[in-house]
């Protein structure tokens, strides 16, 4: 019986250690600097602490996943390449890259660490997943969040590598490492400098009818009511007026999160090898509800009892949720 790996964030030492002691089965997590795409103030691990986090994840029986999954610009591989020799040099138990030339150098250098293609790859076609396999030894690739489960099962009957899905967390509708959106306004890239959205460009405004409104750059994003549930401050989830339309929309994408905790016998049966729960940058009790939810449902499975899952939408963006592209697609 395929078991399917839990596979938790870990965005901080605390939040890692909290994950483990949670159940997760790996966690994962990066360095601070623009090596991984959660490259925020006050997150991510220096070497000496991802030194002690290994050694404490190991001896609980768990994995750990260094992400390299963001994109070198031209002639400044240095920093990635180093950080790929530290992780393996601290006993990390697998890659996530999506950069080829990071995947290139990985694989020639570390033979013996297993490395697995982040959903930044965008790798969603059993011809690129393939490629990556046959290429760069890729032993599992992370989907992105746009299949359907029929269309899971059809790519990973063509693919000679494990399978990954996200189960939990950002609904990612935006072609995962491609988007330019952040880029635009602030200069900072998602894909290369890890950063969407950096804080110091955010601000919040209240005006005196009650009402808040967010900013990016100087440019409005959003503007909502002192009870509505706003998301994060996106380009892509932030609500825009246009001609003809007397009220702001969501051009993009709504503010709601993935949950797909009623699917994952049907992901299982389908092949997936290993469940990936979204949030680095949230906080040690979202990490411990949601790993810990997850890891009784995974275990009821496991038995063969019914998945009972907590309520988690306390926990969702904007405090709504959605099974996405996975159940069914009413847009191409």
Known sequence: MNTAELICPAGTPAALRTAVDAGADAVYCGFQDATNARNFPGLNFTPEELRESVAYAHAKGAKVLLTLNTYPPAGKVDLWRQAADTGARLGIDAFIVADMGVADYVARSHRGIRLHLSVQAAASSPEAIRYYCE???????????????????????????????????????????????????????????????????????????????????????????????????????????????????????????????????????????AFKIEGRQRSKSYVREVVSAFRHAVDDIRAGRSANVADLVALTEGQKQTQGAFETKKWR
């Open 135 to 273: 290429h760069f030894g890729v032993k599992r690739v992370v989907l992105p969040r746009i299949l359907t489960i029929p269309e899971i099962r059809e790519v990973r009957k063509e693919v000679p590598c494990e399978i990954e899905t996200f189960i939990f967390g950002n609904h990612g509708l935006m072609v995962e490492g491609r988007c330019s959106l952040t880029n635009y306004l602030t200069g900072q890239s998602t894909n290369m400098d890890g950063v969407c959205s950096p804080a110091s460009d955010v601000e919040y405004t209240r005006h005196d009818d009650g009402s808040i409104s967010s900013q990016l750059a100087g440019f409005t994003i959003d503007c909502f009511g002192p009870d509505e549930k706003a998301g994060y401050p996106t380009i892509c989830k932030g609500r825009y007026t246009a001609p003809h339309r007397s009220e702001g929309y969501y051009a993009f994408e709504e503010p709601v999160s993935l949950n797909l905790s009623r699917l994952l016998p049907e992901l299982i049966d389908a092949g997936v090898n």
